[in-house]
């Protein structure tokens, strides 16, 4: 299957975007690899590409599941949905860098940002989980502690390639354990403690088990995600911001990434240093509220987009090191 529209897979992959870690990378056969359910099978999804302007797709099946028996017509239909919507391939690249092109300011990103585009969640509720773990977290420690999770709680599925999992759905973690003592108890302390490692607190999260615990009850007992595509920005931002945890940054990652509300600036420490750079002569005084009203006033309709680029010049253009040193 063939996808014709600019992309660099990998810089949309290792961009840092919180809705997901970077897909399982195979690096003999340049693939990146994730698990999605349609029509109630497992089917893993694997991405290549030769050049910026199309990239390749490869499907497989569980090996216990009879291939004489799946509807592929209906399935590499339902990829094809799947994979325009998690890479945003109905979004106009073009037209985007018309608009970045038109601010000198923002000009230079298209340069170091040429075929990134939003990295959509497979589930938006791994995209409420991870970006609660990414606050004031590194990119590295985040992603390593939700694929522990996936391997702890997640579904496994054999596929010819390999051993993949999906992430779990609230429920499961509603029920998990937040760390080695709780776990130690629960189970008779059988064990020394430190022998228990199926537990939040083992994967790495740190203080933010207590949030991920609340998003998880909150999506278990109180509402269902699917709602949040329903909703507008401002009623979803209103939802989302009373998970214990969540500030205005998580809540703009998570609607951004999780459900594809392009008006979402999340603002951090990074954006206002750039933001504040480019257009307020690096006034220290700007606040991350003021900031996050700026770019969704300024910004508008691309406004998700244009801090997703301004990130990633920043921290490859070398603008960010160039800014902590003063």
């Known amino acids: ?33 994730n698990v999605i359910i349609s029509d109630n099978i497992p089917i893993l999804l694997k991405t290549s590409q030769n050049n910026i302007n199309s ?13 004489s028996v799946v509807n592929k017509k209906k399935i590499e239909k339902s990829i094809k949905e799947e994979i325009i919507k998690i890479y945003d391939l109905d979004f106009d690249l073009d037209k985007f860098y018309k608009f970045l092109k038109d601010d000198e300011k923002l000009s230079p990103t298209c340069d170091y940002s040429k075929g990134l585009r939003l990295f959509r969640s497979v589930d938006p509720f791994e995209a409420i989980i991870s970006s609660i773990s990414s606050s004031n977290n590194s990119i590295k420690r985040w992603t390593t502690s939700i694929i522990k999770l996936k391997k702890i709680w997640g579904d496994e599925f054999e596929f010819p390639s390999g051993k993949y999992y999906r992430f779990p759905p609230s429920e499961i ?16 302390r059988q064990m020394e403690i430190e022998c228990y490692t199926h537990n939040l607190k083992s994967c790495g999260f740190g203080y933010r088990v ?53 008006e979402a600036f999340p603002s951090d420490v990074w954006i206002k240093r750039i933001v504040s750079y480019l257009y307020f002569d690096n006034n ?23 801090q997703l680029y301004l990130f990633n010049y920043g921290r490859t253009s070398g603008l960010f090191d160039k800014l902590t040193s003063k």
Do not use: H
Not at 176 to 184: G, Q, R, S, T
Not at 294 to 304: I, V
């Open 1 to 33: 299957m063939e996808f014709n529209n600019l992309i660099d897979l990998s810089l949309t992959q290792l961009s840092g975007q919180t809705s997901q870690p970077p897909w399982t990378y195979n690096k003999d056969m340049n693939t990146y690899s």
């Open 55 to 67: 990239f390749n797709l490869e499907y497989e099946i569980p090996k216990t599941i009879d291939e």
């Open 173 to 188: 973690l509603f029920d998990a354990y937040e760390d080695n003592l709780e776990e130690y108890e629960a189970e008779g």
């Open 210 to 262: 207590p949030y991920i615990k609340d998003a998880s009850e909150i999506f278990t007992l109180e509402c269902d995600y699917n709602d949040f595509f329903n909703m507008s920005y401002e009623q979803a931002y209103d939802e989302i911001i009373k998970i214990k945890g969540v500030g205005p940054k998580v809540a703009d990652c998570i609607l951004l990434y999780g459900f594809g509300f392009m």
């Open 284 to 306: 220290p005084d700007i606040s991350i509220k003021e900031l996050r009203e700026f770019g969704m006033d300024t910004f508008g309709k691309y406004a998700g987009y244009v």
